[in-house]
């Protein structure tokens, strides 16, 4: 056993080991996100919206 009480070898293990890895998954998620919310959405799902914007219209309007 170490000489190092558990709570600070938890803590540096959290608090420094891991702080490198945890940025560059944080950084690629990003990417990821930025590139995804850049990407156009399909017609067919923008067909879809539609559909469910006329159909709450309709559902509107017979109340």
Sequence with gaps: MS???EN???AG???????GAHN???S???ALYS?????PI??????LLEKLDKAE???KTRR
Aim: proline share 6%; aromatic share 4%; net charge neutral.
């Design 57 to 59: 219209q309709v559902g």
């Design 35 to 39: 590139a995804v919310e850049q990407e």
């Design 13 to 19: 293990v959290a608090g420094g080991g891991m702080t």
């Design 28 to 30: 690629k998620l990003r």
């Design 42 to 47: 399909p017609d067919m799902f923008l067909d």
């Design 3 to 5: 000489d190092i009480p």
């Design 8 to 10: 600070k070898r938890r």
């Design 24 to 26: 560059q998954i944080a």
